[in-house]
């Protein structure tokens, strides 16, 4: 069976949100499509201990507010499921679930979305599926036997109670992660370089008023100055706040190699581990855009806003800076979503 619609979204989570409801306002006809049964992406996801960096007056999506949580500055990610669920419900986003997207082909003046579910015919189609589906593993000399993990698979330090734990990565989620480990195991956090901590005062909002600074100076030809966000890499949310204060948030430099049951420094010293968490990032989750032949670096395929250079009824939402500026954000997605929302109206017009 194959359906018709002018727009097809490909991603449920919050860029596929953001982009229905500027399609909606824009009249156009369009379906969005979500892998997942439930509402609220990789949100549903996360470990038990996640908050947003930003109060929910400044983590919203556009039209809606977010709601305070009751007793918490910064609201966990339950609280962003049910927002994302009621947005939803809200603007009546026609999204259907679960359907999994398995490739997007050119077929003539249209775009063939295929699916488990029967293919679609679009106009355009917007790609909004972030990155939390395609966990990156850097490669690493040596062999360990024991659990190995990602950031994907970390719910609690109940799983691990009185365990030796390697969180690897410098990042917000490894120091994050780390810090929620801190009290319970015994804890090596590896780092690549010295991790670096923004201000206490400093949180997301600060984060992505940089962010856009950064892209309006590359936009113009001028040159980065950095601002806020080069004063470190790690906002210091009060349970990283917390472990730091109490000295249980000590980085080691990377190590150099796997053994069988921990890790090895390139000075020959060891330390024993029962399990690895790999805190190492992502890569944009685009393998349904294969068909398509749009080559790009580690996965970044050129584009001008968020328009595919190569194919201009392709739109890209959502998986970082290169796709606007905070775009995998909540705050940040809503300018790309409606700037691709009106550069869509204009081609079909």
Partial sequence: MTSSTDVVVIGGGQAGLAA???LRRLGADFVVLDARSTPGGAWRHTWDSLHLFSPAAYSSLPGRLMPAQAGETYPDAAHVVTYLGDYEKRYGLPVQRPVRVS?????????????DSGDWRA???????????????????????????HTVDYRSPRDFPGQRVVVVGGGNSGAQIAAD??????????????PRFLADD???????????ARRRALDEGRADTGGVASLGDIVAVPSVREARKRGLLQASPMFHRLVPDGIQW????????????????FRPALSHLAPLGLRGRRGHLPTEGTRAVDEP????????????PASATLIGVGRPARDAAREIRDLLA
């Fill in 20 to 22: 229905g409801y500027h």
């Fill in 103 to 115: 490739g997007v082909h050119r077929d003539g003046a249209r775009l063939r979305v295929e699916t």
């Fill in 123 to 149: 106009r355009a189609v917007i790609s909004a599926t972030g990155t939390w589906w395609r966990p990156f593993l850097p490669a690493v000399a040596g062999r360990f036997d024991g659990r190995q993990l």
């Fill in 181 to 194: 480990l801190a009290y319970d195991t015994e804890l090596t956090w590896a780092t690549q370089r010295p």
């Fill in 202 to 212: 400093i949180d997301g909002r600060a984060l992505f008023d940089a962010a856009t």
């Fill in 266 to 281: 390139s000075d020959g010293s060891l330390a024993p581990a029962d399990v690895i968490i790999w805190c190492t990032g």
């Fill in 313 to 324: 009824r392709l739109h890209l939402l959502g998986y970082g800076d290169w796709t606007g």
